[in-house]
């Protein structure tokens, strides 16, 4: 077996990955609005199912932030029933595109985008849990909420924030002790500092409600898919195959960076994850992406091969099985806590004042598409993101320059050079219109290497308003 030569490193690693994992599949369970143990099942899966596929050698799946706000709406708009038929398809969807060898194409994605996202996530992420971290129920959007926050201190249970405010430190200071004591991720102490605090000190606070992951399991009936007749869950289930499929690619690519051993097949990796979230859907639990968090644990921690990620999931699995009742201690306050460091951990600052400095028109893309998801909501404001990426671009290559050369017999030869588009119509009129009056023209359109319909039109008009213009060298424009 191919795994027995590096059975200790992949143990050791997955013990690691296991404990990072397990407060996060439960506080991103929490903040989408489902049972807890549905973030547990789609971790189990994550390791159990998606970890036995060669797309990604060190990836590791689960329920992650990033799908949280998109899950919350979905859940909200049409039942805690209808999740599962939308991550079931969502999964086909992935399948499909994996086999069709789409895997590839999610690099070209613009990054200014998917940082965009990331960061309205994020903001997204945060609004939310500053009212579970205080123990109040949240306004409806997100702008509601974050117009809401001035009024928020006078609302909130400190004993609560406290808490969650506690656990913030502990992860934050967690960084600075020794590298052998950080092999226990900062997350997990956090939390169980927070919840030793809590029992020791017997606080009422909001604990975790858990009923036990094999009664959690709900897979969906056949009166749930007819959710799909709605236009509004389709756009969710592509937004989750989507989002879900760009996240974990992007997170593969990051991963590859940090170890030297084989490189992702992102269509192999597509379709694994399409498999795991199919599976999930099944089950009637969360959504699945890889997680770059829990990804690069498994690479520091010294997994050598696919076997830490598939033992990572049986870690889970026993642990849920076996000792549900430590959750129910947990207070709710804690993950919140967990999930505001995870928010403000997505927020690119330090990208952004890069960009600016050096690629001012990404960083507005970047800005722009937070903005979006902000106002609207995940999968609205990606498109308005990719819209904007597509007119930067557009706007980027369409340069058109216009050059005139006096030739022999008192004519003038206007040569246009570039790509002529609509984008750039007004500057090439302009230039065109501002020819000495009466004088012969000869339009020499050969060195361009775009012609659109529209410029070629108003090219025409402009002949033909003219009167003596004469067009040479149309035949090499593409």
Same mark, same amino acid.
């Given at each position: 077996?191919?795994?027995? @030569?590096?059975?200790?490193?992949?143990?050791?690693?997955?013990?690691?990955?296991?404990?990072?994992?397990?407060?996060?599949?439960?506080?991103?369970?929490?903040?989408?609005?489902?049972?807890?143990?549905?973030?547990?099942?789609?971790?189990?899966?994550?390791?159990?199912?998606? !970890?036995?596929?060669?797309?990604?050698?060190? *990836?590791?799946?689960?329920?992650?932030?990033?799908?949280?706000?998109?899950?919350?709406?979905?859940?909200?708009? =049409?039942?805690?029933?209808?999740?599962?038929?939308?991550?079931? &398809?969502? !999964?086909?969807? *992935?399948?499909?595109?994996?086999?069709?060898?789409?895997?590839?194409?999610?690099?070209?994605?613009?990054?200014?985008? &998917?940082?965009?996202?990331?960061?309205?996530?994020?903001?997204?992420?945060?609004?939310? *849990?500053?009212? +579970?971290? @205080?123990?109040?129920?949240?306004?409806?959007?997100?702008?509601?909420?974050?117009?809401?926050?001035?009024?928020?201190?006078? *609302?909130?249970?400190?004993?609560?924030?406290?808490?969650? +405010?506690?656990?913030?430190?502990?992860?934050?200071?967690?960084?600075?002790?020794?590298?052998?004591?950080?092999?226990?991720?900062?997350?997990?102490?956090?939390?169980?500092?927070?919840?030793?605090?809590?029992?020791?000190?017997?606080?009422?606070?909001?604990? &975790?409600?858990?009923?036990?992951?094999?009664?959690?399991? +709900?897979?969906?009936?056949?009166?749930?898919?007819?959710?799909?007749?709605?236009?509004?869950?389709?756009?969710?289930?592509?937004?989750?195959?989507?989002?879900?499929?760009?996240?974990?690619?992007?997170?593969?690519?990051?991963?590859?960076?940090? $170890?030297?051993?084989?490189?992702? =097949?992102?269509?192999?990796?597509?379709?694994?994850?399409?498999?795991?979230?199919?599976?999930?859907?099944?089950?009637?639990?969360?959504?699945?992406?890889?997680?770059?968090? #829990?990804?690069?644990?498994? &690479?520091?921690?010294?997994?050598?091969?696919?076997?830490?990620?598939?033992?990572? @999931?049986?870690?889970?699995?026993?642990?849920?099985?076996?000792?549900?009742?430590?959750?129910?201690?947990?207070?709710?306050?804690?993950?919140?806590?967990?999930?505001? =460091?995870?928010?403000?951990?997505?927020?690119?600052?330090? +990208?952004?004042?890069?960009?600016?400095?050096? $690629? #001012? @028109?990404?960083?507005?893309?970047?800005?722009?598409?937070?903005?979006?998801?902000?106002?609207?909501?995940?999968?609205?404001?990606?498109?308005?993101?990719?819209?904007?990426?597509?007119?930067?671009?557009?706007?980027?290559?369409? $340069?058109?320059?216009?050059?005139?050369?006096?030739?022999?017999?008192?004519?003038?030869?206007?040569?246009?050079?570039?790509?002529?588009?609509?984008?750039?119509?007004?500057?090439?009129?302009?230039?065109?219109?501002?020819?000495?009056?009466?004088?012969?023209?000869?339009?020499?359109?050969?060195?361009?290497?775009?012609?659109? $319909?529209?410029?070629?039109?108003?090219? =025409?008009?402009?002949?033909?308003?003219?009167? #003596?213009?004469?067009?040479?060298?149309?035949?090499?424009?593409?």
């Amino acid at each position: 077996m191919p795994w027995a @030569g590096t059975f200790r490193e992949d143990f050791g690693a997955s013990v690691v990955v296991a404990l990072v994992a397990l407060p996060l599949c439960v506080g991103v369970a929490v903040a989408s609005g489902v049972p807890a143990e549905w973030g547990i099942v789609t971790g189990v899966v994550g390791g159990l199912v998606t !970890g036995w596929f060669r797309g990604s050698a060190l *990836q590791v799946s689960g329920p992650a932030a990033g799908l949280t706000v998109l899950v919350y709406e979905a859940v909200t708009t =049409h039942g805690l029933a209808a999740l599962g038929v939308l991550v079931l &398809v969502a !999964g086909m969807l *992935q399948v499909g595109m994996g086999v069709l060898r789409l895997g590839r194409w999610f690099r070209a994605i613009s990054v200014a985008v &998917v940082q965009g996202m990331l960061a309205g996530i994020g903001l997204v992420l945060i609004a939310g *849990q500053l009212y +579970a971290v @205080g123990g109040v129920r949240a306004p409806g959007g997100t702008l509601e909420k974050l117009g809401a926050v001035p009024g928020l201190a006078g *609302q909130a249970d400190w004993t609560a924030v406290a808490l969650g +405010a506690g656990t913030i430190a502990v992860i934050v200071g967690w960084r600075r002790m020794p590298a052998r004591l950080r092999l226990v991720p900062g997350a997990l102490v956090g939390v169980v500092a927070a919840t030793a605090v809590c029992l020791g000190l017997g606080l009422p606070v909001e604990k &975790v409600r858990v009923e036990g992951v094999v009664e959690a399991v +709900a897979p969906p009936g056949w009166g749930a898919f007819g959710v799909l007749a709605s236009a509004g869950a389709c756009g969710t289930v592509i937004a989750l195959a989507l989002i879900a499929s760009a996240e974990t690619l992007f997170s593969a690519a990051a991963v590859d960076r940090m $170890h030297d051993g084989p490189r992702t =097949h992102y269509d192999r990796e597509l379709v694994a994850q399409g498999v795991g979230n199919t599976v999930c859907g099944l089950l009637g639990s969360l959504p699945m992406t890889a997680v770059i968090v #829990r990804s690069a644990a498994n &690479v520091e921690a010294g997994a050598r091969t696919r076997a830490a990620r598939v033992m990572h @999931g049986a870690w889970l699995l026993l642990f849920a099985v076996a000792l549900p009742q430590l959750l129910a201690v947990v207070p709710l306050a804690a993950l919140a806590g967990v999930l505001l =460091h995870a928010g403000w951990k997505l927020l690119p600052g330090r +990208a952004v004042a890069a960009l600016w400095r050096t $690629h #001012r @028109g990404e960083a507005v893309v970047l800005v722009a598409t937070a903005a979006a998801i902000v106002a609207t909501n995940l999968f609205e404001g990606v498109l308005v993101g990719l819209g904007i990426a597509i007119a930067k671009a557009a706007w980027e290559t369409s $340069h058109v320059q216009v050059e005139q050369v006096a030739e022999e017999g008192g004519e003038l030869c206007v040569r246009v050079l570039g790509n002529a588009s609509f984008l750039r119509l007004p500057k090439l009129l302009d230039a065109l219109d501002a020819l000495p009056a009466g004088q012969p023209v000869r339009l020499d359109l050969s060195g361009l290497r775009h012609l659109d $319909h529209a410029c070629l039109t108003a090219l =025409h008009g402009w002949e033909a308003g003219r009167g #003596r213009a004469a067009v040479a060298g149309r035949e090499g424009v593409g």
